[in-house]
């Protein structure tokens, strides 16, 4: 059976990635390393695209400055531009740099969001991993997935954005 956070027992599974438990590799593993190194490398090539074949413009910011997924595709389909509150207002990424842990959002938001026009809520943010999950390797998937997956069901299932972690999801997840 596949696990998705919006099938039971899924969202809690997601949500334990971001809290330390249910067995995750830790970034102390070279494994996980790795696929954190194959996400740094493979969204940096990525936001390139969004940047110079798409012509996006992105300004950071450091406020939440769209109030629904409609403003931020809106933005991104009559200006080609959006706005991102920047990774550097929290507390750093222990595997990631501000830069990568910024353009992993762009990527996430442009080829997620506005390509599907959806919103921020749980099942959307679901299908926007299942959109972006063929961008990356399967090195790069783990990471991806703890990343754009795990913290947004631990948020949506908690109200409070949990700390940054470095782990990679237990196989079957």
Request: aromatic share 6%; proline share 5%.
């Amino acid at each position: 059976m596949c696990m998705t956070p919006s099938s039971p027992g899924g969202a809690g599974r997601s949500r334990d990635l971001l809290h330390g438990v249910s067995g995750v590799r830790r970034n102390s593993s070279a494994h996980a390393r790795a696929s954190y190194r194959a996400l740094e490398r493979e969204t940096e090539g990525l936001f390139e695209v969004i940047r110079r074949d798409l012509g996006v413009r992105v300004r950071y910011v450091h406020t939440d400055p769209y109030r629904n997924a409609a403003e931020l595709c809106a933005d991104l389909r009559e200006n080609r531009s959006m706005l991102l509150r920047t990774i550097a207002c929290d507390d750093p990424h222990p595997l990631l740099g501000d830069r990568a842990v910024d353009q992993l959002r762009v990527v996430h938001d442009v080829f997620g969001h506005a390509a599907l026009g959806l919103g921020f809520d749980l099942q959307s943010e679901y299908a926007t991993w299942l959109q972006c999950r063929t961008l990356f390797s399967a090195r790069a998937r783990g990471a991806a997935f703890c990343e754009l997956v795990g913290a947004v069901t631990a948020y949506v299932l908690t109200g409070t954005k949990p700390a940054l972690r470095a782990g990679l999801p237990p196989a079957g997840l």
